[in-house]
């Protein structure tokens, strides 16, 4: 059973265009979309979220974009960068077993 | 504020050995979870613990187990250590067992050679 559809596996960028990747959920009882962030050898670390009563949200250069009917939220990085290379997980939410549900992941490759 | 911690950063076991893994919650988190990262894929879930009563197990074997202390740190043992077991262990921590706001640590990585 597959809750989460992540896309596009991988992804490369050129430095200063757009970076977008994409979440697709099913269970509407999600309340919170995060995304994370993990660079090779770290631990994941919370990158930016959002709750459903707001359509987008906006922190620098990272904007969280979210339509609720259509059950998908996705991660903008504008003017991206070598350093944002990393591979990034959206997580909207848990199973009844308290285990968090991710998405495959994106490795985001930003060429110089 | 302190973030997640996790000790040790790096260690090296032989098959058969046993590792106990050590992590420490944000102050105030009262939820600790587990998670098993192999090289290039997503994290795994093991466990989670919530006023130090497990709430959640993965799909691990009982060579896996976990306990939370009062003070809400916990410890992850794994028992006769298998080459596969070699990852990153992850340790997050949240304020409520069933919230999706969760902290990773840096993680504890185990090589079993």
């Known amino acids: 059973q597959q809750q989460v559809k992540q896309s596009p596996q991988s992804l490369i960028v050129q430095k200063g265009g757009i970076s977008i990747i994409n979440c697709a959920y099913e269970?509407?009882?999600?309340?919170?979309f995060p995304w994370y962030q993990q660079f090779p050898g770290k631990g994941p670390a919370l990158l930016i979220a959002?709750?459903?009563d707001v359509s987008e949200k906006k922190e620098g250069r990272f904007t969280i974009s979210f339509n609720k009917s259509a059950k998908q939220f996705s991660l903008h990085i504008m003017d991206s960068q070598p350093g944002d290379s990393a591979t990034y997980f959206c997580?909207?939410?848990?199973?009844?077993?308290?285990?968090?549900?991710w998405g495959a992941g994106t490795k985001l490759i930003i060429k110089p | 504020d302190a973030g997640v911690t996790q000790s040790p950063t790096h260690l090296i076991k032989t098959r058969g050995q046993h590792v106990t893994l050590r992590c420490s919650p944000i102050?105030?988190?009262?939820?600790v979870s587990w998670y098993q990262q192999v090289l290039g894929q997503g994290p795994q879930f093991i466990f989670q613990?919530?006023?130090?009563?497990?709430?959640g197990r993965g799909n691990f074997p009982d060579r896996f187990s976990a306990r939370q202390f009062p003070n809400y740190s916990s410890e992850l043992n794994v028992n006769a250590l298998l080459l596969g077991d070699s990852a990153l262990y992850l340790c997050?921590?949240?304020?409520?067992?069933?919230?999706?706001?969760?902290?990773f640590g840096e993680g504890s990585w185990l090589t079993v050679v």
């Open positions: 269970n509407t009882a999600f309340d919170y």
């Open positions: 102050s105030g988190h009262k939820s």
């Open positions: 959002i709750r459903p």
């Open positions: 997580a909207p939410g848990m199973d009844s077993n308290y285990q968090l549900i």
């Open positions: 997050a921590s949240s304020r409520i067992s069933s919230g999706n706001t969760i902290y």
């Open positions: 613990y919530y006023e130090k009563e497990e709430r």
